[in-house]
């Protein structure tokens, strides 16, 4: 519950997310109750992070020239953005599960500056748009998607020998949780602070 409350108004403030911390701290997991909290069900998506990934076309996907075919990347986040641009109202949230198991500045590298733009100009090329009107499947996947602000991406992230540190690059564009392993003592007393501190927790829910 502390939890949750603390990752959802760092989400308020920001739409980009990172919870560190040790193995086995439930990272993921109050990601996902945090998501079922707010009711989001087919709007959250999971994504586990791949240490093969390169580039966005691990992420998104890629044209097939051959073919003059876009084809979707097995994460899906290419169908869950365009369901997201298509419904503005609604609050949509993405989580990279591990995701400094790769590069991020190379796999995620158009969003980094894509979200940092105006809210009508963050839009993800996915092909060159001069070729939109030769692909087969233009209509289900144009050239460029918009990613309005009701899209929240959070990712977590362990540090160790297994995986990649960030740069001042990523770690200046979001907010950084770090979660502690702690005692059930210390766990009462902040919890004790918050509602001693009078905070209103439905601001976090916006």
Not at 2 to 30: F, H, N, P, Q, Y
Not at 168 to 195: P, Q, T
Request: charged share 25%; proline share 2%; glycine share 4%.
């Amino acid at each position: 519950e502390i939890a949750s409350c603390l990752v959802g108004s760092e989400m308020c403030i920001r739409d980009r997310v990172i919870l560190s911390g040790m193995s086995g701290t439930g990272k993921s997991k109050l990601i996902t109750i945090y998501a079922k909290t707010l009711g989001l069900n087919d709007r959250f998506r999971m994504i586990p992070v791949s240490p093969a990934w390169t580039d966005d076309s691990d992420l998104l996907g890629y044209l097939d020239y051959k073919n003059m075919i876009y084809r979707p990347a097995d994460t899906d986040l290419v169908n869950f953005l365009l369901k997201a641009q298509d419904d503005p109202e609604k609050l949509y949230m993405v989580c990279f599960d591990e995701m400094n198991l790769a590069r991020v500045e190379h796999y995620f590298s158009q969003f980094i500056s894509v979200l940092e733009n105006n809210d009508d100009e963050r839009f993800i090329q996915l092909y060159n748009s001069n070729l939109e009107n030769r692909v087969y499947n233009s209509n289900v996947y144009p050239s460029k998607v918009l990613v309005r602000k009701n899209v929240i991406f959070v990712g977590t992230v362990n540090i160790d020998e297994s995986t990649f540190h960030f740069s001042d690059k990523v770690l200046d564009r979001a907010n950084v949780i770090k979660l502690n392993m702690c005692s059930f003592n210390e766990l009462a007393e902040v919890k004790k602070n918050i509602i001693s501190e009078d905070i209103d927790l439905s601001l976090i829910h916006i």
